[in-house]
């Protein structure tokens, strides 16, 4: 009788537990009936997705080509761009000049006059660029030998504080001393 009660429990449940899952999944469950119309949202949504994209694409690509051109300014934007570019200018000039000349004294030591001198260097360069890209309307001529002082400066400072030997520094005070007569002759 035991074997005959676990022959008819064996019967009733399947040997490989798999086959019971596999049976219940044969059973066809019927859809939901909000089923059609979120795939139709999904759908809708995607489309409008894939519109967006291409015209933010369009927009971008169209509005790069045609602003391509430079903004006209005034002549009062332009005057009023180029006193405070120069204005910029002398600040700075007068800052490197003044600091780069420091004589040392037992008050003050040679480290915090160098420190002087490469902090109006750096911060020099760094301020003309500021005040040139608040100044979009500065003549070309003007952007252009101040970015390279600039850039100079900014060369300087960090090559001093970088302990660069002084060789290694000529060729820059001497571009220096040229960008900043430029500069100072385009102000005039």
């Keep these: 009788m035991l074997h005959r009660s676990s022959a008819a429990s064996s019967a009733e449940s399947p040997l490989d537990p798999l086959e019971s899952i596999a049976e219940s999944d044969a059973v066809e469950s019927p859809a939901p009936d909000g089923w059609k ?4 949202t999904a759908l809708a949504a995607l489309t409008i997705a894939v519109l967006a994209l291409t015209l933010t694409l369009v927009q971008w690509f169209h509005s790069a080509s045609h602003n391509s051109a430079s903004p006209v300014y005034t002549d009062q934007q332009v005057k009023d761009a180029k006193k405070n570019i120069c204005a910029a200018n002398m600040i700075v000039s007068r800052a490197v000049i003044t600091n780069t000349h420091l004589e040392s004294s037992p008050v003050d030591g040679p480290l915090a006059v160098a420190t002087s001198a ?4 750096y911060g020099g360069g760094g301020y003309l660029q500021e005040r040139l890209a608040r100044e979009p309307a500065a003549p070309a001529d003007l952007t252009n030998a101040v970015t390279s002082m600039a850039i100079t400066l900014e060369d300087l400072g960090i090559n001093y504080l ?3 030997p002084a060789f290694a520094q000529d060729r820059l005070r001497q571009n220096l001393d040229g960008q900043m007569s430029d500069v100072d002759r385009l102000c005039k």
């Design 118 to 121: 490469r902090l109006a260097l």
């Design 37 to 40: 119309l979120s795939r139709w």
């Design 162 to 164: 970088s302990g660069a």
